[in-house]
């Protein structure tokens, strides 16, 4: 048995640790001292101090974009989430050989690749919705992706249609683990489907929301494939996510400096929140 101690353990861990130095501490180490220069991307130039983070929270772009991340990521997290929840409680009913294709069904968005599945649903946005609002004269079909508020609702389907499959599969793992005793027994003390899915099922799924919370919220704050094929941040940056703001200061400025400081805090932000979450599903797991 391998303890902390002995030889073998650090022996089959070095690979592991070897590949965390290289892969993260390394660059965001480096990242973070390059946050405090005027690199350009070819040269680093002078040692400017915190000047980038100073400019970072001026620049109304960046702080649009965490605005609009912040909102996204909310809602589409409480979406994905409860629809994920109602579709693998669907799944886990006595369906027979339908059990099988509907969890099918339902994970295939999962394996389209974001910019495939962001040039797919502009289509349907942008073509299929047109054509059904010239057909019926409906005003709620049009120019769908050419306002703030189309292109936001547009980003939070697309996620949610792509994401929900995925954790229903999470939610199902879970599901299926709660010893089935406890569901007959409260089905014979004369507990209603609904009072056993709160009472019971619920609070045993508490280890379930933790995973799916902290995997949904990492997805949204990082997204860019689907934001950049469906939207590209339009109309006028009203749709554009902190990563593409991240991306475009970076690539297209040439700020790489000034872009790496965006990114440094960024990335705190997504450490509060999901130290913050995590925390407090936890807690929840003990409490239930």
Do not use: C, H
């Amino acid at each position: 048995m391998l303890t902390n101690r002995s030889k073998s353990f650090w022996i089959l861990l070095t690979p592991a640790i070897a590949a965390l130095v290289v892969v993260l501490f390394i660059p965001l180490t480096t990242g973070m001292y390059y946050s405090l220069t005027d690199w350009n991307g070819n040269t680093v130039g002078e040692f400017i101090q915190f000047d980038n983070y100073i400019r970072a929270f001026k620049d109304e772009g960046f702080i649009d974009s965490l605005i609009f991340t912040a909102s996204f990521s909310f809602l589409s997290v409480l979406l994905i989430n409860v629809s994920a929840l109602g579709l693998a409680t669907l799944v886990t009913q006595k369906l027979g050989k339908w059990n099988t294709l509907f969890r099918t069904v339902f994970f295939m968005p999962n394996l389209i690749g974001g910019i495939v599945l962001g040039f797919i649903w502009q289509f349907i946005f942008n073509k299929a919705f047109e054509s059904i609002g010239n057909l019926t004269n409906i005003d709620f079909f049009k120019g769908w992706l050419d306002t703030p508020e189309t292109g936001f609702w547009g980003l939070v389907i697309l996620f949610v249609w792509q994401m929900s499959g995925y954790m229903m599969l999470i939610y199902i793992s879970f599901l299926n683990n709660i010893p089935e005793e406890i569901l007959e027994a409260a089905d014979m003390d004369g507990a209603s489907p609904m009072q056993i899915f709160i009472r019971i099922k619920l609070p045993m799924l508490m280890p379930a929301f933790t995973v799916t919370l902290f995997l949904t919220l990492s997805n949204a704050f990082k997204l860019y494939d689907q934001n950049l094929a469906l939207t590209q941040g339009g109309p006028f940056n009203s749709t554009q996510m902190t990563a593409m703001n991240i991306y475009n200061e970076a690539f297209s400025m040439r700020n790489m400096g000034f872009a790496q400081s965006k990114a440094v805090i960024f990335l705190v932000i997504i450490v509060i929140i999901s130290v913050i979450q995590i925390s407090v599903t936890r807690k929840k797991e003990i409490s239930a």
